[in-house]
């Protein structure tokens, strides 16, 4: 079952829906093995990234006998554009931890993974943009250049 959020401008049109999936589908056996209610023979996985390199890495790791760790869709930001956009984030463990590196569809600027926090005090459900080690990002429209963001 899948949870559908949008993020949208305050002052403009500018939205993104965030989809959040849940169940069977993002079971590890569906991601890592093929063999699931699609018919396919290809890892779910392999559906999720947007490219072929990435896809290589991945049956790479695969292969010589990586694990799957954590997993879910996620926020990502440009920290160029402030275009916003959801992925699917994964962890993959051998001897070191891979996780994928998007890029940005507007200015193919490397995406930053961020989790929307309701601002304390907000009426209007503003939401701050929140990273790697509680690290706000400064978050301006694209299209207008306000930068307040709700949750909708």
Partial sequence: M???????????????????????????ENLLTGADFRGNNEPLLY?????????NE?????????????YHDSLYVCPHCSHLSNHFFFQLESDAVYEPAYKCDHCCCPLQK???????NSQEKEVTLVGAEDKVHNWNCPACHCNILTHV
């Fill in 58 to 70: 991945i049956a790479y790791l695969l292969e010589t006998g990586a694990t799957l760790g954590d």
């Fill in 2 to 28: 899948s949870k559908n959020h949008k993020l949208s401008c305050k002052q403009c049109e500018y939205e993104v829906e965030l989809k959040s999936e849940n169940g069977f589908s993002y079971s590890p």
């Fill in 47 to 55: 559906e999720l990234v947007p490219n072929v390199r990435m896809k």
């Fill in 114 to 120: 961020v989790k929307p926090r309701h601002k304390e």
